[in-house]
C-alpha cells in the first residue's frame, strides 16, 4: 500500500518524519516522503501523482490546525480523493488542548485519523485496524450489492 507523508506548513522538524518513513517501511508500505516544510497542496499533488492510499500528515509545532482548515476544500478540487485515507498527528495545537477536544474538529476538517501526542507505533497500530476495518466493509457492501 503507497503512503504519502510530510510535515505540514512552515514546521522543521525533522526527526519524527525520519523515524515515521522508517517504520512505514518496516511495516511493508510504500512510502512517498516529502519531508518538512510541505505544503496542503503538495500532499494531494503527490498522492494523485503516486496513486497513494494512504496519506500521513505531520505537525511538530502546532501549526497544522491552520492549515487543516483548508482539507475539505481542497479535497474536492482535486476530486476522485473520496477513498483517500487520511491521518493526521504530532503536537496538533499550538500550546496545551485536551485530545478529546482536538480530535472531533479535525475529523471535522476531514481526517479519518487523528492522533494528538500519540506515539507513533500506537498510531500506526491504528493505521492498519482502520484499513482492515474498511477492507471488511468494502467486502460487506460489494455482497450485498450482488
Ligand atoms: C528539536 C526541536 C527543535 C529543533 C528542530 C530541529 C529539526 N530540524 O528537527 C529546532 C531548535 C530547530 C526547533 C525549532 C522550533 N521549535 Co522545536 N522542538 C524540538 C524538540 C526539543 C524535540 C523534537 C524532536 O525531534 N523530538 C523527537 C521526535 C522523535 O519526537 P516527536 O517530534 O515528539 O515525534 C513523536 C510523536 O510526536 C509522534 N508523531 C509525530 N508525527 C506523527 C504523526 C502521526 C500520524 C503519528 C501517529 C505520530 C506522530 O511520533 C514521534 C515518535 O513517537 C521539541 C520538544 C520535545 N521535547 O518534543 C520542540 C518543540 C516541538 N518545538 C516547539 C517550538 C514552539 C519550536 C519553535 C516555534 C520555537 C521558536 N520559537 O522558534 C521553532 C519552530 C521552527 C519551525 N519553523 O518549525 C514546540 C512546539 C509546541 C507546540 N506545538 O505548541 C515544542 C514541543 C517545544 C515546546 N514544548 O514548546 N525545535
Given at each position: 500500500?503507497?503512503?504519502v507523508t510530510?510535515?505540514?506548513?512552515?514546521?522543521?522538524?525533522?526527526?519524527?518524519?525520519?523515524?515515521?518513513?522508517?517504520?512505514?517501511?518496516?511495516?511493508?508500505?510504500?512510502?512517498?516522503?516529502?519531508?518538512?516544510?510541505?505544503?496542503?497542496?503538495?500532499?494531494?499533488?503527490?498522492?494523485?501523482?503516486?496513486?497513494?492510499e494512504v496519506?500521513?500528515?505531520?505537525?511538530?509545532?502546532?501549526?497544522?490546525?491552520?492549515?487543516?482548515?483548508?482539507?475539505?476544500?481542497?479535497?474536492?478540487?482535486?476530486?476522485?480523493?473520496?477513498?483517500?485515507?487520511?491521518?493526521?498527528?504530532?503536537?496538533?495545537?499550538?500550546?496545551?488542548?485536551?485530545?478529546?477536544?482536538?480530535i472531533p474538529?479535525?475529523?471535522?476538517?476531514?481526517?479519518?485519523?487523528?492522533?494528538?501526542?500519540?506515539?507513533?507505533?500506537?498510531?500506526?497500530?491504528?493505521?492498519?485496524?482502520?484499513?482492515?476495518?474498511?477492507?471488511?466493509?468494502?467486502?460487506?457492501?460489494?455482497?450485498?450489492?450482488?
Open positions: 500500500m503507497k503512503v510530510g510535515v505540514v506548513g512552515n514546521d522543521i522538524h525533522v526527526v519524527a518524519n525520519r523515524l515515521i518513513e522508517l517504520s512505514l517501511n518496516a511495516r511493508g508500505y510504500e512510502v512517498f516522503n516529502l519531508g518538512v516544510n510541505t505544503y496542503l497542496e503538495e500532499f494531494f499533488d503527490a498522492v494523485v501523482e503516486t496513486g497513494a496519506l500521513l500528515i505531520s505537525s511538530l509545532n502546532g501549526e497544522a490546525e491552520g492549515w487543516s482548515r483548508e482539507v475539505k476544500l481542497l479535497k474536492a478540487k482535486y476530486k476522485h480523493l473520496d477513498n483517500l485515507i487520511m491521518m493526521i498527528g504530532g503536537n496538533l495545537v499550538v500550546g496545551s488542548a485536551n485530545a478529546e477536544d482536538i474538529k479535525y475529523k471535522n476538517y476531514g481526517f479519518d485519523i487523528v492522533c494528538h501526542q500519540v506515539d507513533l507505533n500506537t498510531g500506526l497500530d491504528l493505521l492498519e485496524s482502520f484499513i482492515k476495518d474498511r477492507e471488511v466493509k468494502d467486502r460487506d457492501t460489494k455482497e450485498s450489492n450482488e
